[in-house]
C-alpha cells in the first residue's frame, strides 16, 4: 500500500527526547537508569547540618577576618549568646 | 580567603547534586555525608584558587572525588595491614536497597571498579562533557570514553543477567 512513510524511520524516534538524548556511549537503558537513580539521591531532603555548616563557616570567617564592621577583638562577639535570653 | 558571593550561592545549591554525587560513588551512607561536608569545607577555605565564571559545579566536584579517592587510599592501608581481602568490599558497599528495580541497578553500579563508576556517573547522571569529566578525574579524554564504554557493557550484562529487572525500555 503506502509506501511514502516509513514507521520504521530511526530519524524520528530519536532526538525527540525532551532536551536529554542519552549519551551515546552510555546509550539509553544504562543512562535513563542512572537518571533516575541520580534524581532520587539529588531530590532528596538536605540534612540541615550542612546548612548549619555554611552558616558556621560564615561566621568563622566574621569573627576572623577583618570587616568594618566587625566589633574588636574575637571575644567581641561570642556566638554562644544568640539563645541565653531565655532565663525562666 | 572571602568566597564570593558566586561561590557561596554555588555551594548551598550544589549541596544536592553533591550529595547525590557522593551517595553514587559509596552508596548512602555516613562516608557520602562526610565526603560532602569535607567538599564544602574545603571548598570555602580554597575559594579564592576558583576563578569567577568557570565551572563552580566542576570545581567542587573534583574536590570531593579528590576527598572520596584520599579516603579510599587511606582505608586500603588500613586495611591492608590487618587483611587485604577486606580492602574492596569497604570501597563498594552497596548501599541499601530502596526500590527493585533502582535497587537492582545500584547493586550493579556498586560492582563497578570506581574509576568506570565515577565516569559514568559524571557523564551519565551529572551530565558533564566529556571534557570537563576528563578534567575532573585528571586523565584524558580518552580514557573517559573507554570507562564510560566498559562501565555500560558491564552493566548492560549486569541489567540483562538479572531475571527481576522489568525493562521498561522504550
Request: hydrophobic share 35%; proline share 7%.
Given at each position: 500500500m503506502s509506501d511514502t512513510e516509513d514507521p520504521d524511520d530511526p530519524g524520528k524516534r530519536q532526538?525527540?527526547?525532551?532536551?536529554?538524548?542519552?549519551?551515546p556511549i552510555i546509550g539509553q537503558a544504562v543512562g535513563s537508569r542512572l537518571k533516575s537513580l541520580f534524581d532520587e539521591f539529588t531530590n532528596e531532603d538536605v540534612p540541615d547540618r550542612f546548612l548549619d555548616l555554611i552558616g558556621q563557616l560564615e561566621q568563622n570567617e566574621k569573627a576572623g577576618g577583618e570587616s568594618d564592621d566587625a566589633p574588636s577583638g574575637p571575644d567581641g562577639a561570642s556566638p554562644a549568646s544568640q539563645s541565653d535570653k531565655g532565663h525562666s | 580567603m572571602t568566597p564570593s558571593d558566586e561561590v557561596r550561592k554555588g555551594l548551598v545549591t550544589a549541596i544536592p547534586h553533591l550529595r547525590a554525587f557522593a551517595m553514587s560513588l559509596c552508596g548512602r551512607s555516613a562516608l557520602a555525608d562526610d565526603l560532602v561536608q569535607e567538599t564544602l569545607t574545603k571548598a570555602w577555605a580554597k575559594a579564592d584558587s576558583y576563578q569567577d565564571g568557570t565551572n563552580l559545579m566542576a570545581w567542587l566536584f573534583t574536590i570531593l572525588r579528590n576527598e572520596f579517592y584520599s579516603h579510599i587510599r587511606k582505608r586500603k592501608r588500613e586495611v591492608e595491614d590487618v587483611d587485604g581481602a577486606e580492602a574492596a568490599q569497604l570501597v563498594s558497599?552497596?548501599?541499601?536497597?530502596?526500590?527493585l528495580e533502582l535497587g537492582d541497578f545500584r547493586a550493579a553500579l556498586a560492582t563497578l571498579p570506581e574509576d568506570q563508576r565515577e565516569a559514568i556517573i559524571l557523564v551519565?547522571?551529572?551530565?558533564?562533557?566529556y571534557e570537563e569529566a576528563a578534567d575532573i578525574m585528571g586523565c584524558a579524554v580518552g580514557t573517559v570514553k573507554s570507562r564510560l564504554s566498559r562501565a555500560r557493557t558491564r552493566l548492560t550484562e549486569l541489567m540483562e543477567g538479572?531475571?527481576?529487572?522489568?525493562d521498561g525500555r522504550a
Open positions: 532526538g525527540s527526547e525532551a532536551g536529554s538524548a542519552a549519551d | 558497599a552497596p548501599a541499601q536497597m530502596a526500590s551519565g547522571a551529572s551530565g558533564f562533557s538479572t531475571p527481576l529487572s522489568g
